[in-house]
C-alpha cells in the first residue's frame, strides 16, 4: 500500500460539478491539445468523461514545489550518475581494487608508499590471482581511482540528499506525505551502501556460481542495481509531477488500451534491466556474439539440458537467451502501445507511445551491436545508459495515465 501510494499519486478532490466537468472539455478542445481527437470518439457517456488534472504525491506545501522538485530530480540525476559510473567499474574489472571500506570513504593514497601497500594486499585476492595477475602498479592505480571515483559519487549523491532533506525541513516545505516519501529514499540509499559492501565482499571468496572467473555475486549485484533503481525512480517521478502535472484523459477511446500496454512494457523492461545485470554479473554476454540465431540456434541446446534452477541465472548462454527474449517482450509492448496510440487518444499519449518505442528499438540495437562485437566497453556503457533512458521515458509516460 505505501509503496502504490508513494508512485501513484491523488486525484483532485471535491464534488464534480457537472458544469465546470463540460467547461474543462470545452476548454482543452477549443485549444486543440487533444487534436482531432474529438472526432474519433463514440458517443457513449463513457466515452466522453474527463479526469481532472492530478498532482503528484502531496509532498510540499503550495509555493515550494518547484524547489522540491528541483532537488528531487538533482538527486535522480546524480543517481543516474553514480550507476553509469558503476556500470564502467564492471565493465573495467575495477570493482575489486579496494579492500577497504569506511561508510564516510577514505582518500586516495598519497605517497608511492601507501599505494604499494593497497597493491600488495590487492595481491592476495582471488581476481589478482587469475585475472590481473600481471598488472604494473600504475594500472593498479588508474582501477583503483575507477571504483573510489565511484564509492565517493555515491557518497556525494548522497549528502546532496541528505542535505536537501534537512534544508526542506527545517524551512517546513515538506508536508507529511513528503517526510514519508523522503524517508523511503534514504532507506533505500543507507541499504545501498550497505549492499555495496556485501557485494564487494563476495569478490573476495572463492566463486561459487558457475563462472568460476572470480567476480561479485550476481545475486548481489542485482540487488546493488535494484536498489539504486528504485531510488533513482523515487526521486524522478515525484520530481516531475512536482514540475509538471499532467493532465490527460482517462477511459477515452484507446487511452485504456495504451494505459495498459505502457504497463506492461514497464514490466518487461524492469526484468530486462534485472536480467541485464545478471549478464553483466556473469561475464554472459561473451558466451554468444552472434544475432538473431545463438550458435546457429534460435534456442540454445543449454536451455534443453537445464540440470538446476540456478543455471536460470547463472548459466551464460541461458542468462543472455532470457534477457534477449526479455528485450524482445519490451519491444513488442512498446509496438503495441504505439499501434494502439494511433487513433483516439490525445496528441500527449501519442507523443509518449512514439518516444517509448523509439527508446526500446534503440536499445534492442545497441543490444545487438555490443554482443556482436564481443561487448566493447563503449557500447555495453551505451547500452547501460539508454536502459536508464527508456525506464525515465517510461516513467514520464505512465504518470500520465
Partial sequence: MAFRLLFRGYTSTGAFRPGFHHRFVERYVANGRFGSIHRGFSS???????????????????????????????????????????????????????????????????????????????????????????????????????????????????????????????????????????????????????????????????????????????????????????????????????????EVLEKVGNVAKVKGWMRRTAIFALFTMAYGTLVAGNDAGLACNTWPKMMNKYIPDEIANIESKRQWFENGMIVQFVHRCMSYLTFASALCALTSAKSGVPVVAKKAAMGVFHASMLQIALGIITVVNQVPLHGALSHHANALILWSILLNALRKF
Fill in 44 to 246: 457513449h457517456s463513457e466515452a466522453q468523461r474527463l479526469k481532472l488534472p492530478r498532482r503528484g504525491l502531496d509532498i510540499a506545501v503550495p509555493g515550494r514545489e518547484r524547489s522540491v522538485g528541483r532537488w528531487l530530480l538533482s538527486c535522480a540525476g546524480l543517481t543516474a550518475g553514480v550507476m553509469t559510473i558503476g556500470a564502467y567499474v564492471r565493465l573495467n574489472e575495477s570493482g575489486l581494487s579496494m579492500l577497504d571500506w569506511k561508510f564516510l570513504g577514505l582518500p586516495l593514497p598519497s605517497t608511492e608508499q601507501e599505494w604499494n601497500k593497497h597493491f600488495d594486499r590487492y595481491k592476495e585476492t582471488p581476481e589478482y590471482k587469475s585475472v590481473h595477475y600481471d598488472i604494473t602498479l600504475e594500472e593498479y592505480k588508474n582501477i583503483f581511482v575507477n571504483e573510489w571515483v565511484h564509492r565517493m559519487a555515491g557518497r556525494i549523491s548522497g549528502a546532496v540528499f541528505a542535505g536537501g532533506f534537512v534544508y526542506f525541513t527545517l524551512t517546513k516545505a515538506l508536508k507529511p506525505a513528503g517526510k514519508v516519501l523522503a524517508a523511503a529514499i534514504g532507506a533505500l540509499g543507507v541499504s545501498q551502501a550497505f549492499i555495496g559492501k556485501w557485494m564487494v565482499a563476495s569478490g573476495f571468496e572463492e566463486p561459487t556460481t558457475e563462472n568460476k572467473t572470480p567476480r561479485v555475486s550476481p545475486y548481489r549485484l542485482t540487488l546493488h542495481f535494484l536498489d539504486a533503481l528504485g531510488i533513482y525512480s523515487l526521486c524522478l517521478w515525484n520530481g516531475l509531477n512536482l514540475l509538471s502535472k499532467p
